[in-house]
């Protein structure tokens, strides 16, 4: 997290004078840029100038002291679309996938103030003002209750949940002027979902909800350990939790193999469980949901704001997809594929069959009853230019439906933690029980 504090432009009006502000600074920086490069006999084209690494600080920095839907937007484009997006451009967004700037603590007071009352300290025994994570809705702030227990309180940023269309909105008129996203890649419905999202998780009230479903589903299941919400000290802008004890899940990359081994499995493990028995699915990969206890071996949920609920139909689609795709039945997996909400378009047949070859493709860690070692598998980077191929060079990405960005987004996530620990696990035995068909 940074350690510079912000205030976060709360009114409208100050937002788009920020991304105002911020187009004049990247249209100075590309002037400056390329009157350097003239002199030098050089003659740099446009997008070239937009994606200098100043330009690339100016717009990371800008968006993460906006926070919100400005940064979420970035982060969004940068973890679904950055297979299509040029390289530059998704490493400027990539960059917003690390922590926000903090709220001054005079703005946090205000916050508190409106969220608990002008005595909201008397509700505490002790109140941190200093974050533990400050992120694009909020931050994270370290309390004691006055029976003793210690407390995580999540504060939202002023003004966020009522900025959300027109941050999202403005964002990307700032990148179209920009020329950063490609006049070929259809966006638009990935943005009408990332409102929808956001508006979920700006409501912590019903992210309590969705915590409180997650505990009672794995309650009595000792793998898993989630906080308690206490609701008297929680509104739509504020939740206040239980605080949870834990390491954080990349940190484990430097602990020995079976404990990399189990913490993935658990990761895994809890999805299919989402997907095919709870129909509830925690859709962020951001590694930082999630901790993992080494003395009992547990694996700690922390955030649940983007949470999706999927149908019966959903659901069973993709049963039967990874069920034909063990058996590389190609007329299985179309069917499955057309169930799930895929070629909803007219499609051509060689866009099809595109599309089932990239799922077989995903499928590679699943297909064999025996362990698969991510650390030595160059499958994401594979994933990578097979859906970039798809995308660009077919025209396809407008197709798939939100539903399946938003759990594909997860798998793949997943799948990265999965080789930045350097995993070995067999991928097969936890997913076999919700299966239709098995491995021949």
């Given at each position: 997290?940074?350690?510079?504090?912000?205030?976060v432009?709360?009114h409208?009006f100050?937002?788009?004078a920020?991304?105002?502000s911020?187009?004049?600074?990247?249209?100075?920086?590309?002037?400056?840029?390329?009157?350097?490069?003239?002199a030098?006999?050089?003659?740099?084209?446009?997008?070239?100038?937009?994606?200098?690494?100043?330009?690339?600080?100016?717009?990371?920095?800008?968006?993460?002291?906006?926070?919100?839907?400005?940064?979420?937007?970035?982060?969004?484009?940068?973890?679904?679309?950055?297979?299509?997006?040029?390289?530059?451009?998704?490493?400027?967004l990539?960059r917003?996938?690390a922590?926000?700037?903090?709220?001054?603590p005079?703005?946090?007071?205000?916050?508190?103030?409106?969220?608990?009352?002008?005595?909201?300290?008397?509700?505490f025994?002790?109140?941190s003002?200093?974050?533990l994570?400050?992120?694009?809705?909020?931050?994270?702030?370290?309390?004691?209750a006055?029976?003793?227990?210690?407390?995580a309180?999540?504060?939202?940023?002023?003004?966020?949940?009522?900025?959300?269309d027109s941050d999202?909105?403005?964002?990307?008129?700032?990148?179209?002027?920009?020329?950063?996203?490609p006049?070929?890649?259809?966006?638009?419905?990935l943005?009408?979902?990332?409102k929808?999202?956001?508006?979920a998780?700006?409501?912590?009230?019903l992210?309590?909800?969705?915590?409180?479903?997650?505990?009672?589903?794995?309650?009595?299941?000792?793998?898993?350990?989630?906080?308690?919400?206490?609701?008297e000290?929680?509104?739509?802008?504020?939740?206040t939790?239980?605080?949870m004890?834990?390491?954080?899940?990349?940190?484990?990359?430097?602990?020995?193999?079976?404990?990399?081994?189990?913490?993935?499995?658990?990761?895994?493990?809890?999805?299919?469980?989402?997907?095919?028995?709870?129909?509830?699915?925690?859709?962020?990969?951001?590694f930082?949901?999630?901790?993992?206890?080494?003395d009992?071996?547990?694996?700690?949920?922390?955030?649940?704001?983007?949470?999706?609920?999927?149908?019966?139909?959903?659901?069973e689609?993709?049963?039967?997809?990874?069920?034909?795709a063990?058996?590389?039945?190609?007329?299985?997996m179309?069917?499955?594929?057309?169930?799930?909400?895929f070629?909803?378009?007219?499609?051509?047949?060689?866009?099809?069959?595109?599309?089932?070859?990239?799922?077989?493709?995903?499928?590679?860690?699943?297909r064999?009853?025996?362990?698969?070692?991510?650390?030595?598998?160059?499958?994401?980077t594979?994933?990578r230019?097979?859906?970039?191929?798809?995308?660009?060079?077919?025209?396809?990405?407008?197709?798939?439906?939100?539903?399946?960005l938003?759990?594909?987004r997860?798998?793949?996530?997943?799948?990265?933690?999965?080789a930045?620990?350097?995993?070995?696990?067999?991928?097969?035995?936890?997913?076999?029980?919700?299966?239709?068909?098995?491995?021949?």
């Amino acid at each position: 997290m940074s350690s510079d504090n912000k205030k976060v432009p709360q009114h409208r009006f100050s937002r788009m004078a920020s991304l105002a502000s911020l187009a004049t600074r990247v249209a100075g920086g590309m002037i400056s840029e390329g009157a350097q490069q003239l002199a030098k006999g050089q003659r740099p084209k446009a997008k070239d100038l937009l994606l200098t690494p100043g330009n690339a600080k100016r717009i990371a920095d800008q968006l993460s002291q906006l926070r919100g839907a400005a940064m979420k937007v970035g982060q969004l484009l940068s973890m679904d679309a950055g297979d299509l997006l040029p390289a530059e451009l998704t490493a400027i967004l990539s960059r917003l996938r690390a922590n926000a700037h903090a709220m001054p603590p005079r703005q946090l007071a205000e916050v508190l103030t409106q969220e608990l009352g002008a005595n909201w300290q008397d509700s505490f025994s002790q109140f941190s003002f200093t974050p533990l994570a400050a992120a694009s809705i909020g931050q994270v702030h370290q309390a004691h209750a006055d029976d003793g227990r210690s407390l995580a309180i999540k504060v939202q940023y002023p003004g966020i949940s009522a900025s959300i269309d027109s941050d999202v909105d403005n964002v990307v008129t700032l990148l179209n002027i920009s020329g950063l996203i490609p006049k070929s890649v259809d966006y638009r419905h990935l943005l009408t979902e990332a409102k929808r999202q956001l508006r979920a998780e700006a409501d912590y009230l019903l992210e309590a909800q969705q915590l409180s479903r997650f505990g009672a589903l794995l309650a009595g299941d000792n793998d898993f350990a989630l906080p308690q919400v206490l609701p008297e000290l929680s509104s739509r802008h504020l939740l206040t939790m239980t605080y949870m004890d834990g390491s954080p899940i990349e940190g484990l990359a430097e602990q020995p193999l079976e404990v990399r081994n189990h913490a993935v499995s658990l990761l895994f493990s809890l999805l299919f469980k989402e997907l095919f028995e709870f129909r509830l699915v925690q859709t962020d990969p951001n590694f930082a949901n999630y901790l993992y206890q080494l003395d009992n071996q547990k694996l700690v949920l922390l955030d649940f704001g983007a949470t999706r609920e999927y149908s019966a139909s959903f659901s069973e689609g993709y049963r039967q997809l990874f069920s034909a795709a063990l058996q590389y039945d190609d007329a299985g997996m179309e069917a499955a594929l057309v169930q799930i909400g895929f070629f909803s378009e007219e499609v051509a047949s060689s866009q099809r069959q595109a599309v089932i070859k990239l799922v077989h493709l995903a499928c590679e860690p699943v297909r064999c009853d025996q362990e698969y070692d991510f650390g030595n598998s160059d499958l994401a980077t594979q994933l990578r230019e097979g859906g970039t191929r798809l995308s660009m060079e077919q025209g396809y990405w407008h197709s798939p439906p939100a539903d399946a960005l938003f759990l594909h987004r997860k798998i793949g996530g997943l799948y990265l933690l999965a080789a930045r620990l350097k995993a070995k696990i067999n991928l097969y035995a936890l997913l076999a029980p919700h299966l239709i068909a098995k491995v021949p």
